[in-house]
């Protein structure tokens, strides 16, 4: 439930000039107000489940998001009877949106989502009714540029060196060719992020996040609660950090906390979560968390 210190589950990622929002629960649209971000260009929204907690701040970022000019279409994603929350919202709210709206409803594991050097796949969770986690993986990128390395193959500076960077081969000075791999490193890896929340512990899940970068996942209970837990579908913080753990996750951030937790008694998750995987911790409403590349 939403909370005076505490808002609904809702995680807003930005890549480059894209912006991904992974759910919107009630009052989704003051926290990215407050941000000050530019969200009302939000490309694309991933819903986990239709569970009135992860969605019903949607109506309000949709109608939003219309009040500028906007061309591009806005992709929603989301388990079967996201569609029909969609369109059942738009009616009975007798919404105006300027903008076309694609609903796409995830029915097996698939890439849901592509765009320039990255995807986004959609796996199953278990829950009261039928929920999905996501990821986000960056393709491999080109390896660092060696300047010398051109220079000495006779390549001048300038448009050419451009060329190179971006997988081109060239003409040398001397009419040789010059490809890409002669002045380039290894290739480097792209970042990984990785969403999961409401769900029973599978260990499926560390296979889908292994390796991110940041994996926001949900930490729901303690685990005195473990039957509890097990009851609603929820996992616990030690069962959360066992995923990060297997998963040789960089680094875990938990989320959508039971609300009988003060924020004070959150760290009872984080102790526990931290036996298992010392790299865990708490998420809180607005924090901004930089993924940087490895290399």
């Not at 709206?101 to 039928?130: N, Q």
């Not at 960056?138 to 997988?167: M, T």
Request: contains cysteine; aromatic residues 8%.
């Amino acid at each position: 439930m939403p909370l005076p210190y505490r808002h609904l589950t809702s995680v807003l990622l930005r890549r480059d000039g894209d912006l991904f929002l992974f759910d919107g629960g009630e009052g989704t649209q003051v926290s990215l107000r407050r941000l000050n971000l530019k969200w009302k260009k939000i490309n694309a929204i991933f819903v986990s489940h239709t569970h009135a907690d992860h969605v019903t701040g949607l109506p309000g970022i949709m109608m939003l998001s219309a009040q500028v000019d906007r061309t591009e279409p806005l992709y929603i994603y989301g388990p079967p009877k996201i569609a029909e929350y969609i369109e059942t919202s738009r009616k009975v709210l007798d919404m105006y949106i300027n903008y076309p709206v694609v609903v796409k409803e995830i029915t097996a594991p698939c890439v849901v989502h592509e765009g320039d050097g990255f995807y986004i796949r959609a796996f199953p969770l278990s829950h009261t009714k039928t929920c999905v986690g996501y990821t986000l993986e960056e393709l491999d990128r080109p390896g660092e540029f060696n300047p010398e390395k051109a220079a000495a193959l006779g390549v001048a500076r300038g448009p050419l060196w451009g060329k190179l960077q971006r997988g081109e081969s060239v003409e040398a000075a001397d009419g040789s060719t010059v490809r890409p791999e002669d002045v380039l490193g290894e290739k480097r890896s792209g970042r990984k992020f990785s969403y999961v929340t409401d769900t029973l512990y599978l260990p499926s899940i560390a296979r889908e996040v292994r390796g991110s970068d940041l994996l926001i996942c949900e930490g729901m209970f303690e685990d005195a609660l473990l039957d509890q837990a097990k009851e609603k579908k929820h996992m616990t913080a030690r069962q959360a950090a066992t995923i990060a753990r297997d998963a040789a996750v960089r680094r875990m951030c938990m989320i959508h906390y039971s609300p009988r937790y003060t924020d004070r008694e959150l760290d009872v998750l984080l102790r526990e979560a931290r036996d298992v995987f010392p790299a865990a911790e708490l998420s809180r409403d607005r924090m901004h968390i930089e993924i940087p590349y490895v290399d």
